[in-house]
Antibody
């Protein structure tokens, strides 16, 4: 069955960096677009970033543009989110989501918590 | 950016009774291919979200048929024909017609009276 397992979350100071990973299995990763979606504590869902199946184009929310970078390693079936210049408002659970028809789809990971605090 | 709104934001429901959530977009969600990319997600307490409905009215695999989606243009509705205990949580609509960004509604919290 399809599995998405995020890792890499933790506590980081403002201005710091973190790299999230998402290990994918149970589907053909190289053919699937992928998303990152986040959820601040007690808040709703916010789309963060999208990468096409072949990595040819990446898209970002304005709130993270220029600071976050999405990428994928087909050989490792892994999705990444490099987060730089982190701010307290980036504190959230970050979910890896399998894309479906470009949209975030049915399959989500369990999430990884990122806390930006001094 | 397309703004998504939902009503109500809180919905107390009675087990076995129907429930309905409204979602509205700031512009039409009809894409040039004729499809309308409006999705519904459900997040149970302490769990990850999962998609229930895509392209307005198509249920994802494993989603009970008591869930149905309808609507067109800018106005959409998620209906639960008979609420069960496992249906509690927060429901989000999300548009994937005009992206980036993909935009979610604020969520509707459903709980049992």
């Amino acid at each position: 069955q399809i599995q998405l397992v995020e890792s890499g979350g933790g506590v980081v100071q403002p201005g710091g960096s973190l790299r999230l990973s998402c290990a994918a299995s149970g589907f053909t990763f190289s053919r699937s677009p992928m998303h990152w979606v986040r959820q601040a504590p007690g808040k709703g869902l916010e789309w963060v970033s999208f990468i096409r199946h072949d990595g040819s184009n990446n898209y970002y929310a304005d709130s993270v543009k220029g600071r976050f970078t999405i990428s994928r390693d087909i050989s490792k079936n892994t999705l990444y989110l490099q987060m730089n210049s982190l701010r307290p408002e980036d504190t959230a659970v970050y979910y890896c989501v399998k894309g479906d028809d470009y949209s975030p789809g049915h399959h989500w990971g369990q999430g990884t918590l990122v806390t930006v605090s001094s | 950016d397309v703004v998504m709104t939902q009503s109500p934001l809180s919905l107390p429901v009675t087990l076995g009774q129907p429930a309905s959530i409204s979602c509205r977009s700031s512009q039409s969600l009809v894409y040039s291919d004729g499809n309308t990319y409006l999705n519904w997600f459900h997040q149970r307490p302490g769990q990850s979200p999962r998609r229930l409905i895509y392209k307005v009215s198509n249920r994802d695999s494993g989603v009970p048929d008591r869930f149905s989606g309808s609507g067109s243009g800018t106005d959409f509705t998620l209906k639960i024909s008979r609420v069960e205990a496992e249906d509690v949580g927060v429901y989000y609509c999300m548009q994937s017609t005009h992206w980036p960004p993909f935009t979610f509604g604020p969520g509707t919290k459903v709980d049992i009276k």
